[in-house]
């Protein structure tokens, strides 16, 4: 039993020295291949061994690993595939690993032509092992950890993804990008010519607008290579289509006194579970004010999550249709890029479960609102200062000082002080105001 572990010991120094001793920045594929050789010829627990020390850090060493791996094919493959299941399964892996477990697998199952975690053929199959979700909690944790790194290492977890051409991996690309580092921008817009995927395209197409000009080039490079990969580039800037695991249903908070919106999306989340997505909105200044969610719930803690959301802000949440959720949502986002704001770092991450906006969509709130009486700009400090906003109706702070009287009852009324309803009046730059005890009894005018 000793010998047999120092033994083991000494095979896997020898694979360590093999691994430090690779300089991939110099090798070609036939050096890489040499080296995956002299490992298997070691033996089983020296390839093992390899597998074993895939997510052990060092410079560049899991790319290392990740290549001489992929070089392997026959009972030398299955062996390390055997290994990396008991990896993924081992411990409770980071974001960050899962991701680079799947990476690896993906490159290997590439080489031996054989799909991962699938159970195509009759005996060949890659175990499933270090599987990657892009629910949103993960990418978050995975953005998080790759915020955390150094930026020759971001580079390079970053260029892995992209190398591997491989559709699972866009929403981290995705999420990469969320973090407005115009480094990984520009790597992301050059790399994304490896995929032949329509998928592609959504990224693509914020590229081609990014700031900086360099990036742009770089995008617009990759929609030439993307098209000469098959992918028909033409509809780049049509409305996407309908995303898989998108929402189903949307609801939504009466606008409160600010004219600011809460909007929430709940879909399917896997087998069974579900999950939701809560937009805050502010017309006024910012546009995305916030966004959060939470995914692998149950429809009675969906109903609780609800139940609770509404005690916490005074408003029920009723259904509102999806598309004019969505396209609220959508105008709230261009708001915001207008305003020359970032959108909240969280946000992206629930984007897919919010889904595509659909066109001409009338929305039921007005991004950056005019006084309706004064025509001028309505800022914050309007509606801190008595201004009020109500659906295409708006009342700048020195407009909604002026006295009035209720255009049914005639009763007077001051906007700061009484609870009174905003109507557009006769003329358009006139606001009627309506007390509540009229309110009740006229409906509003259309
Ligand atoms: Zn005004
Ligand atoms: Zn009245």
């Known amino acids: 039993m000793a010998s047999r572990k120092s033994n083991k010991t000494s095979v896997g120094r020898r694979v360590n020295a093999l691994v ?5 920045s110099k090798a070609s594929r036939d050096d890489l291949v040499q080296v995956a050789e002299q490992v298997c010829v070691l033996g089983r627990d020296a390839v093992k061994h390899l597998a074993r020390s895939t997510l052990r850090p060092g410079p560049s060493r899991r790319e290392k690993v990740a290549s001489l791996l992929a070089c392997l094919d026959g009972k030398w493959a299955m062996w390390a595939l055997e290994q990396l299941r008991e990896v993924a399964a081992s411990r409770r892996l980071s974001a960050m690993e899962r991701v680079w477990l799947s990476v690896t697998v993906r490159r290997m199952a590439e080489r031996l032509g054989i799909a991962a975690g699938g159970g195509q053929g009759d005996g060949e199959r890659v175990p499933e092992s270090g599987a990657v979700t892009a629910d949103p909690t993960d990418l978050l944790l995975w953005r998080d950890e790759v915020d955390a790194l150094d930026s020759a290492t971001q580079q390079q977890v970053v260029a892995t993804l992209l190398a591997s051409g491989d559709p699972t991996f866009l929403p981290f690309l995705e999420a ?26 959504p990224l693509v197409r914020g ?7 360099q990036v742009r080039k770089h995008a617009r490079a990759t929609l030439v290579a993307l098209a000469r990969n098959g992918v028909g580039t033409h509809d780049l800037f049509v409305a996407a289509t309908e995303a898989p695991n998108a ?12 004219g600011a919106a809460a909007v929430l999306f709940a879909g399917p989340c896997g087998i069974d579970l579900v999950q939701y997505a809560m ?4 017309p006024i200044e910012v546009g995305v004010a916030e966004t959060w969610g939470e995914c692998d719930l149950t429809e009675d803690e969906l109903q609780e999550c609800m139940a609770h959301l509404a005690d916490e802000s005074g408003e029920p949440l009723t259904p509102m249709d999806l598309d004019t959720a969505r396209a609220l949502v959508a105008a709230a986002e261009a708001f915001t890029r207008a305003q020359g704001r970032d959108l909240p770092a969280e946000h992206f991450a629930w984007r897919r479960l919010i889904g595509p906006a659909p066109n001409n969509t009338k929305l039921p709130i007005v991004f950056g609102p ?5 025509g001028r700009r309505m800022h914050r400090r309007d509606v801190t200062r008595g201004g009020r906003v ?15 009287k209720c255009a049914v009852c005639g009763r007077e009324l001051h906007v700061l002080f009484d609870h009174c ?7 358009d730059d006139q606001v009627e105001c309506v007390c509540m005890a009229c309110s009740r009894l006229t409906p509003r005018r259309q």
């Open 20 to 24: 430090a001793g690779l300089e991939l």
């Open 176 to 201: 990469a990008l969320s973090l407005g580092n115009p480094r990984l921008d520009a790597a992301v817009a050059e790399g994304l010519a490896h995929f032949a995927t329509h998928d592609a395209l």
């Open 207 to 213: 590229l081609v607008r990014h700031a900086d000009p």
């Open 247 to 258: 929402a189903t249903c949307a609801f939504a908070c009466e606008p409160d006194a600010v």
């Open 279 to 282: 937009v805050l909105i502010d």
């Open 370 to 374: 005019h006084c309706s009486e004064c």
């Open 390 to 404: 109500a659906g295409d109706v708006a009342l700048c702070a020195r407009c909604a000082e002026q006295p009035r």
């Open 421 to 427: 309803e905003l109507r557009r009046g006769a003329h």
